[in-house]
């Protein structure tokens, strides 16, 4: 096993060699992108690639820049990557949770190839790993939950249960609880990312069930156009503002920004300057945006709210404080105590007070 | 006037011309495609077929696309017996998940012992006999209730898709991982992993058990008892039933051994290529298996050939998705026309085109 390896990297590197890799020769910056999703699948995949094309507009002719879309993942993500290096890429962002071992395997077989990879944890002298603190905007999106729902259920649209998820159900919860004590959460897991149907159907059962506000995890728009057809329910847009659904039904949303994060990246390339970073970035550099809450929210929640973003970006205030117990009542954060990155990076428990299981 | 004549056999000929014939006007409509699309439609085809094989990253490119063969083979030469006897799996998908989450099980289970000599037969067998009985479950109703085993076998494939994305974020999921969904990585198991052969060969055990079956297939077909009998049950399914063949052996063996093929074939990929337990496993290497079973004919060597030419057009679309910017549905179109022509073409295969106006009736 270990030889084999060790023939495969050297492979890689004496077939980079031959290829005359890497372009630095060149005098543009080969920037390369791979998606899950189609680029205009109106969620994770398309905010990825705005924020991409951002990135490329604000460098004009001194980048070159590769995409492909519907990248499966597994073995054919591996080769995708494998085939960017091979193009010529000198960075390679890959977008994806389920790219993590395919590229930390290809980086492996191109070490003067820069790889980003979104969302993992595994990270390498030539793969920085980034993401979003997403919980935070579900504190805010929580706390106006709270506040406008008149029958005290809130409804919740989870996706895939893994730890970033979770997080958004607590810390969306913890909020709502504390200026309502009278809260309860509903929470459907589709087990999928994007799927308009799936989301349209959980968001009515929910409706049905009394929640008149109904947050999401998922990418589409399907939940804000249940909650119209059914009035008086509230929605928050995800990923994207999804304005076109304000004032009513939606009254804020978190929206995904990577471009300060993309720009920043490959400027660093250009300067000789990347190193492997971990990266976790949230309202305070913009990565994690706020969409405007809408005027159908008295002014004075608004300012809660709006105090809330605020306190967060100027980091005064960290969303999981304690005290906090567990959903079996053991403690978890004592009192004034925050959560630490390791703890937020793998939470696969409820805080108490969220009924029902984590599936699994 | 031009019109369609039946032939009174089928045409030799054409039975093997209209593959090729099919290939080739697979390649003049994507070359329109991809001029409607703006881009150079010779660079395209070029991307797709010439540079895959010849082109200056070949050594790359030559064992992804035998790796990405192997399981198209082994599931289509399963396929390939109960299709020429007239019995549908259309669920090899469902059978190719089973067989990697049975592979994958028996690995994880002994994980992290190191006994290659043991764990890896026993995952090949598990994997087999994952398969095997997965598909066991559509034979048995066909034969006992006389269900239609198109049906049931199609609808099982979205029970192992439901099964492998539970599995994956339950018992199977890494406990080292964080809480993302997902197995361990058994490629960087040792005693499991199913990787090159000789390393960048893309020669794998899968790759070659494929080649085993599809020579172990080719004698059945041409030397054995069991292939007249599928071969008659195909053609002439009265003339089978007094010559006493029995229907009910038939699908029970000729579903059972497209499951136990599809089944190895998803252990070897999820040990090999895949390396997890992933809810994004199923690639539909099922379903395009059953296209590279008609495009080879039903015959073992021409499934061999289907199924590097699929394999090629997976491996040389990615590389033009990637080079020239198309769109990842224009690969998938141009695909799904190969299998078009095929039957387009097919036509000529049992008909024949004549001038004029046919003899009153």
Same mark, same amino acid.
């Given at each position: 096993?270990?030889?084999? *390896?060790?023939?495969?990297?050297?492979?890689?590197?004496?077939?980079?060699?031959?290829?005359?890799?890497?372009?630095?020769?060149?005098?543009?910056?080969?920037?390369?992108?791979?998606?899950?999703?189609?680029?205009?699948?109106?969620?994770?995949?398309?905010?990825?690639?705005?924020?991409?094309?951002?990135?490329?507009?604000?460098?004009?002719?001194?980048?070159?820049?590769?995409?492909?879309?519907?990248?499966?993942?597994?073995?054919?993500?591996?080769?995708?990557?494998?085939?960017?290096?091979?193009?010529?890429?000198? /960075?390679?962002?890959?977008?994806?949770?389920?790219?993590?071992?395919?590229?930390?395997?290809?980086?492996?077989?191109?070490?003067?190839?820069?790889?980003?990879?979104?969302?993992?944890?595994?990270?390498?002298?030539?793969?920085?790993?980034?993401?979003?603190?997403?919980?935070?905007?579900?504190?805010?999106?929580?706390?106006?939950?709270?506040?406008?729902?008149?029958?005290?259920?809130?409804?919740?649209?989870?996706?895939?249960?893994?730890?970033?998820?979770?997080?958004?159900?607590?810390?969306?919860?913890?909020?709502?609880?504390?200026?309502?004590?009278?809260?309860?959460?509903?929470?459907?897991?589709? =087990?999928?990312?994007?799927?308009?149907?799936?989301?349209?159907?959980?968001?009515?059962?929910?409706?049905?069930?009394?929640? !008149?506000?109904?947050?999401?995890?998922?990418?589409?728009?399907?939940?804000?156009?249940?909650? @119209?057809?059914?009035?008086?329910?509230?929605?928050?847009?995800?990923?994207?503002?999804?304005?076109?659904?304000?004032?009513?039904?939606?009254?804020?949303?978190?929206?995904?920004?990577?471009? #300060?994060?993309?720009?920043?990246?490959?400027?660093?390339?250009?300067?000789?300057?990347?190193?492997?970073?971990?990266?976790?970035?949230?309202?305070?550099?913009?990565?994690?945006?706020?969409?405007?809450?809408?005027?159908?929210?008295?002014?004075?929640?608004?300012?809660?709210?709006?105090?809330?973003?605020?306190?967060?970006?100027?980091? *005064?205030?960290?969303?999981?404080?304690?005290? /906090?117990?567990?959903?079996?009542?053991?403690?978890?954060?004592?009192?004034?105590?925050?959560?630490?990155?390791?703890?937020?990076?793998?939470?696969?428990?409820?805080?108490?007070?969220?009924?029902?299981?984590?599936?699994? | 006037?031009?019109?369609?004549?039946?032939?009174?056999?089928?045409?030799?000929?054409?039975?093997?011309?209209?593959?090729?014939?099919?290939?080739?006007?697979?390649?003049?409509?994507?070359?329109?495609?991809?001029?409607?699309?703006?881009? !150079?439609?010779?660079?395209?085809?070029?991307?797709?077929?010439?540079?895959?094989?010849?082109?200056?990253?070949?050594? =790359?490119?030559?064992?992804?696309?035998?790796?990405?063969?192997?399981?198209?083979?082994? /599931?289509?030469?399963?396929?390939?017996?109960?299709?020429?006897?007239?019995?549908?799996?259309?669920?090899?998908?469902?059978?190719?998940?089973?067989?990697?989450?049975?592979?994958?099980?028996?690995?994880?289970?002994?994980?992290?012992?190191?006994?290659?000599?043991?764990?890896?037969?026993?995952?090949?067998?598990?994997?087999?006999?994952?398969?095997?009985?997965?598909?066991?479950?559509?034979?048995?109703?066909?034969?006992?209730?006389?269900?239609?085993?198109?049906?049931?076998?199609?609808?099982?494939?979205?029970?192992?898709?439901?099964?492998?994305?539970? =599995?994956?974020?339950?018992?199977?999921?890494?406990?080292?991982?964080?809480?993302?969904?997902?197995?361990?990585?058994?490629?960087?198991?040792?005693?499991?992993?199913?990787?090159?052969?000789?390393?960048?060969?893309?020669?794998?055990?899968?790759?070659?058990?494929?080649?085993?079956?599809?020579? =172990?297939?080719?004698?059945?077909?041409?030397?054995?008892?069991?292939?007249?009998?599928? @071969?008659?049950?195909?053609?002439? #399914?009265?003339?089978?039933?007094?010559?006493?063949?029995?229907?009910?052996?038939?699908?029970?063996?000729?579903?059972?051994?497209?499951?136990?093929?599809?089944?190895?074939?998803?252990?070897?990929?999820?040990?090999?290529?895949?390396?997890?337990?992933?809810?994004?496993?199923?690639?539909?290497?099922?379903?395009?298996?059953?296209?590279?079973?008609?495009?080879?004919?039903?015959?073992?060597?021409?499934?061999?050939?289907?199924?590097?030419?699929?394999?090629?057009?997976?491996?040389?679309?990615?590389?033009?998705?990637?080079?020239?910017?198309?769109?990842?549905?224009?690969?998938? *179109?141009?695909?799904?026309?190969?299998?078009?022509?095929?039957?387009?073409?097919?036509?000529? *295969?049992?008909?024949?085109?004549?001038?004029?106006?046919?003899?009153?009736?």
């Amino acid at each position: 096993m270990k030889r084999r *390896t060790l023939l495969a990297t050297g492979a890689g590197a004496a077939l980079a060699a031959a290829m005359g890799m890497p372009a630095s020769a060149q005098d543009k910056t080969k920037v390369g992108f791979i998606y899950v999703g189609p680029i205009n699948d109106g969620g994770w995949t398309q905010h990825h690639h705005h924020s991409a094309m951002e990135m490329v507009e604000h460098f004009g002719d001194a980048v070159e820049f590769v995409y492909q879309e519907s990248v499966p993942e597994g073995p054919d993500a591996e080769r995708a990557i494998t085939q960017m290096a091979l193009g010529g890429a000198d /960075i390679i962002f890959t977008t994806s949770f389920g790219f993590m071992d395919p590229t930390v395997n290809v980086a492996a077989n191109f070490p003067n190839v820069k790889f980003e990879h979104a969302t993992g944890y595994k990270q390498a002298d030539n793969v920085s790993v980034y993401s979003a603190r997403f919980y935070e905007g579900r504190a805010i999106q929580g706390t106006l939950a709270g506040r406008m729902t008149t029958t005290n259920k809130v409804g919740y649209i989870a996706s895939v249960p893994i730890p970033e998820v979770i997080r958004g159900i607590n810390a969306a919860y913890i909020h709502a609880k504390k200026v309502n004590p009278d809260i309860e959460f509903k929470i459907i897991w589709i =087990f999928e990312w994007l799927n308009p149907a799936k989301e349209a159907d959980a968001a009515k059962a929910l409706i049905e069930q009394g929640c !008149d506000v109904v947050l999401q995890h998922t990418d589409s728009t399907a939940p804000h156009q249940a909650a @119209r057809e059914a009035g008086g329910v509230y929605t928050f847009g995800q990923a994207a503002d999804m304005a076109e659904f304000a004032p009513m039904p939606r009254i804020s949303s978190i929206i995904d920004n990577w471009a #300060p994060y993309y720009i920043d990246r490959v400027q660093a390339v250009m300067d000789g300057t990347w190193s492997s970073v971990s990266t976790w970035d949230g309202i305070s550099t913009g990565m994690v945006g706020i969409g405007e809450v809408s005027d159908v929210v008295p002014a004075e929640w608004k300012a809660e709210a709006e105090a809330m973003r605020d306190a967060i970006a100027a980091g *005064t205030y960290h969303p999981f404080t304690g005290p /906090i117990n567990k959903q079996d009542g053991s403690p978890w954060l004592a009192e004034g105590e925050t959560a630490s990155d390791g703890d937020l990076a793998s939470m696969f428990f409820y805080v108490e007070g969220v009924e029902g299981e984590i599936p699994s | 006037m031009l019109r369609l004549e039946k032939r009174p056999q089928p045409s030799r000929g054409w039975t093997y011309g209209a593959p090729v014939l099919a290939v080739f006007l697979t390649i003049v409509l994507g070359m329109g495609l991809f001029a409607l699309l703006g881009k !150079d439609p010779l660079v395209a085809i070029r991307t797709i077929f010439w540079d895959p094989i010849f082109g200056p990253f070949a050594h =790359f490119y030559r064992p992804e696309i035998i790796k990405k063969a192997a399981p198209l083979v082994l /599931i289509a030469v399963g396929l390939s017996f109960g299709f020429r006897a007239g019995i549908w799996n259309i669920g090899a998908e469902g059978q190719y998940i089973i067989g990697a989450i049975c592979g994958a099980a028996v690995a994880l289970a002994f994980y992290p012992m190191d006994a290659r000599w043991l764990i890896f037969p026993l995952m090949i067998a598990a994997g087999v006999l994952g398969g095997f009985l997965w598909a066991m479950i559509p034979a048995l109703l066909r034969v006992r209730f006389n269900t239609n085993e198109i049906l049931v076998s199609l609808m099982l494939v979205y029970v192992a898709d439901v099964l492998i994305k539970a =599995f994956s974020i339950g018992v199977l999921r890494n406990p080292e991982g964080f809480g993302m969904p997902g197995s361990r990585n058994l490629r960087q198991y040792p005693s499991a992993a199913n990787l090159d052969l000789i390393p960048n060969s893309g020669l794998h055990w899968g790759s070659l058990v494929a080649l085993f079956a599809v020579i =172990f297939a080719y004698i059945l077909f041409t030397r054995h008892h069991f292939g007249f009998q599928v @071969r008659l049950a195909g053609q002439s #399914p009265r003339a089978a039933r007094f010559a006493g063949i029995n229907a009910n052996r038939l699908v029970i063996l000729c579903l059972g051994i497209s499951g136990a093929l599809a089944g190895v074939a998803g252990m070897f990929q999820v040990a090999g290529p895949s390396g997890q337990i992933l809810g994004s496993f199923p690639s539909f290497y099922g379903f395009t298996a059953i296209i590279v079973a008609f495009l080879g004919r039903l015959h073992p060597v021409g499934i061999l050939c289907a199924g590097l030419i699929m394999a090629l057009t997976y491996i040389g679309g990615q590389a033009a998705e990637a080079q020239l910017n198309l769109p990842a549905a224009a690969i998938l *179109t141009f695909q799904g026309m190969l299998l078009f022509c095929l039957l387009a073409v097919d036509v000529l *295969t049992n008909y024949r085109f004549r001038l004029g106006q046919g003899e009153a009736r």
